[in-house]
């Protein structure tokens, strides 16, 4: 937001330059130029690159709670929630605050090893994370004195959307809260940072990763698989994510298909996830060819045992993955277009290892 006083110190110091030069004769300058005509190309010079730096503002970025305009190019972003700080960290700008992570693999920092490596790459060793596990830290999100706060991807409420909009203007969800796909909360937040070219750039070379890669094992083409969450502690029932969750999203960009029983039980199509009773498990996942869940050590044996999972043609034949909770993997299966690139070929390893 510099931009606009840059320019009024620029033309103080032409006007004074010019009272100045304007008393005698004019002088021609090295390169052929009067004074007079050197001040007046200064000006345009400097118009012009003001230009260039507000082009494409005011945006107006359209979401779930009416609309939010951003009236210059901001400079100072936070970033809230899981993975938005990716999406401006793969642009090349610098978070001056961003959320701490909860799932996975943290780093002692408090991000995912993908962000905090970007973090690194672009010169910063110590990023400012809020502690902010249990609400936003409205004290310390205006303590990093953000010039927008973007969160496209988060299950932001109203009322939290109302409070950081008095800090600064504010970019929540779009439509449905958790349900923005890894290709929309980077171009979301390249647009509210006048980056949008950059971010379909980044977009399509993030989309010819996975193909060029899925393209590396045939064994997982025409196959279909679903990422749930089983607790071992308790199989009463499971949960199902759907293809408007970017977790199961992300499998369909991989080429694999979506049971069709498992859309069918989504009563709240809303919901980024299905739960169901694990009395309808066999009859569910019986068309399953790969399930992939959410666990710990004790998972596989626990649906392996169980009466129920035990007869799921899938858990009977070893055709599941489990992604260890506090693992790379199960964060990254919720995927960003930092770490598709960190661990797209991980996940395809560890999915091609139970496909016979």
């Known amino acids: 937001m510099k931009n606009k006083y840059l320019v009024s110190m620029m033309f103080s110091t032409i006007i004074a330059f010019s009272m100045v030069t304007g ?26 690159s ?5 082009a494409g503002f005011p945006v107006v970025m359209k979401h779930a709670y009416g609309e939010t305009i951003i009236k210059e190019k901001p400079e100072k972003i936070v970033t809230l929630n ?26 002692s920092k ?21 502690n ?5 830290d409205y004290e310390a999100i205006a303590g990093a004195n953000p010039d927008i706060i ?23 969800f779009k439509d449905v809260a958790w349900k923005t796909t890894w290709r929309e909360q980077l171009l979301e937040a390249s647009e509210a940072v006048g980056m949008k070219d950059e971010g379909e750039k980044l977009v399509e070379e993030a989309e010819k990763f996975i193909k060029d890669n899925v393209a590396k094992y045939p064994n997982l083409s025409g196959k279909s698989a679903a990422l749930c969450y089983i607790n071992a502690a308790d199989l009463s029932n499971f949960s199902v994510y759907r293809t408007i969750d970017p977790r199961a999203g992300y499998l369909v ?26 009395e309808l498990a066999v009859e569910t996942l019986s068309d399953l060819d790969i399930i992939i869940t959410y666990g710990d050590d004790k998972t596989l044996d626990a649906i ?7 007869k799921i043609p899938a858990v009977k034949e070893g055709r599941v993955v489990v992604l260890d909770n506090s693992g790379d993997l199960s964060a990254a299966c919720n995927p960003s277009v930092l770490s598709i690139k960190a661990e797209l070929v991980n996940y395809l390893d560890a999915i091609n290892a139970v496909v016979k």
């Open 50 to 54: 003001e230009a260039k730096d507000i």
């Open 82 to 107: 899981w993975n938005n700080a990716d999406s401006i960290l793969a642009l090349g700008l610098v978070p001056v605050g961003t959320s701490k992570m909860n799932w996975g693999s943290v780093t």
């Open 150 to 172: 973007i969160a496209p991807y988060s299950g932001m409420e109203e009322k939290e959307y109302k409070r950081l909009s008095e800090i600064a203007p504010t970019v929540p």
């Open 304 to 310: 392996k045992n169980d009466a129920i999972f035990s």
């Open 23 to 48: 008393c005698g004769a004019k002088k021609e300058s090295s390169e052929g130029l009067t004074s007079s005509e050197s001040v007046t190309s200064s000006i345009s010079s400097a118009e012009s």
């Open 132 to 136: 902010d596990l249990d609400g936003y």
């Open 253 to 278: 960009d991989m080429g694999f298909a979506f049971p069709e029983k498992v859309e069918a039980q989504a009563n709240d199509k809303d919901s980024f996830y299905v739960q169901i009773s694990s």
């Open 110 to 130: 408090g991000l995912l090893p993908w962000t905090e490596a970007k973090f690194k790459e672009l010169g910063v060793d110590n990023p400012n994370v809020f």
